[in-house]
């Protein structure tokens, strides 16, 4: 059996002129450039949705308070019911309860 050989060869006339290789050259440095833009404009875009992201995260997580009110004449009661309805926590800093305008 006989080894194989695996080799490129690559041959270059002599008659080329330089127009072509400076030609050539100058294409392969506007590829390479508009190669660059198209990254720095991928980057943008990704921090961009990433700063939406957190943004959307940040909202999603927010607490919703929501209040119902129930009178009982019979009963002469009154109930106050607050639910967080959010995905976030509430913080209840502070509680006031007034009765016929005097705080309790």
């Given at each position: 059996m006989e080894p194989i050989v695996a080799s490129v060869v690559y041959v270059i006339a002599q008659s080329v002129?330089?127009?072509?290789?400076?030609?050539?050259?100058l294409l392969s440095a506007i590829t390479a450039l508009a190669s660059v833009i198209a990254a720095c404009i991928a980057v943008r875009f990704s921090q961009q949705q990433?700063?939406?992201?957190?943004?959307h995260n940040r909202r999603m997580a927010t607490p919703h308070l929501s209040g119902w009110a129930?009178?009982?004449?019979?009963?002469?009661?009154?109930?106050?019911?607050?639910?967080n309805n959010g995905r976030g926590p509430a913080i209840a800093r502070e509680i006031k309860l007034w009765v016929d305008g005097e705080l309790q």
């Open positions: 002129s330089r127009w072509f290789t400076d030609f050539g050259t990433m700063k939406m992201h957190k943004q129930h009178t009982d004449p019979s009963r002469k009661t009154f109930f106050f019911t607050l639910e």
